[in-house]
């Protein structure tokens, strides 16, 4: 079965600095892999997702991701963080007709 | 607004009671799809629909069932509550179905506490 390590639980990063957050996923196999964002109190929105092609995806507000394949990484990356990015920030994979397998999360608190 | 809806929002109960937990998919999907998010075990896959039929099942205790009806719209029964249930539950729906990389749009989620 599929699994997802979000390798931080936490990260704090001062506003305007940039920001990584680590996703590896147990599988090479051909997988579709996302990052899903939950701001407090609300449900989890897409922020972008790879299916196939170009190893580096855009997303919303300003991120983007890198598929790697050989260290079967998806990391997320945004060059400079605002106070409004502050949330919990979920990796997930699919293979196949399986379900979503979501990370543990990584909560992003961006200081001013 | 993912155009999905979720209610109640928050749920106050007791061990041993039962509650059904409600959600509306977006406009034309039609898949809808349980999640439990809580501190320990995290986001975890609880059931899927698809039109009407159960496609995949997660990690669904024996308590827990539920169903989608011709409207679309899914409940989320839960029975004999224990302390272990209280958690975010959220429910999230697709065009179609598990098959390939589509997107799940997810909704506000409903809190429930068992005391």
């Known amino acids: 079965a599929q699994s997802v390590t979000q390798l931080d639980s936490q990260v704090p990063v001062f506003e305007e600095a940039p920001v990584e957050l680590r996703c590896n996923y147990s599988s090479s196999v051909s997988v579709y892999l996302f990052w899903y964002v939950q701001y407090p109190n609300q449900g989890l929105q897409l922020l972008l997702k790879?299916?196939?092609?170009?190893?580096l995806v855009k997303g919303i507000n300003g991120f983007e991701a890198e598929f790697n394949k050989s260290q079967t990484s998806f990391h997320l990356r945004k060059p400079s963080v605002h106070i409004s990015d502050t949330a919990e920030y979920f990796c997930a994979v699919k293979q196949g007709n399986t379900p979503l397998v979501f990370g543990k999360g990584t909560r992003l608190s961006v200081i001013a | 607004d993912s155009g999905v809806t979720q209610t109640p929002k928050h749920l106050i109960t007791a061990t041993g009671q039962r509650v059904t937990l409600r959600c509306s998919p977006r406009?034309?999907?039609?898949?809808v799809y349980w999640y439990q998010q809580s501190l320990d075990q995290g986001l975890q896959f609880l059931i899927q629909?698809?039109?009407?039929?159960?496609?995949a099942k997660g990690n669904i205790l024996e308590r827990f069932s539920a169903q989608q009806f011709p409207d679309l719209h899914s409940e989320l029964n839960l029975s004999s509550l224990e302390l272990g249930d209280s958690a975010l539950y959220f429910c999230?729906?697709?065009?179609?179905?598990?098959?390939?990389?589509?997107?799940?749009?997810f909704g506000p989620g409903t809190r429930l506490l068992v005391l």
């Open positions: 999230a729906s697709s065009v179609r179905g598990l098959a390939g990389g589509e997107t799940q749009y």
């Open positions: 406009s034309g999907d039609l898949s």
């Open positions: 790879y299916l196939s092609g170009s190893t």
């Open positions: 629909y698809y039109n009407g039929e159960e496609r």
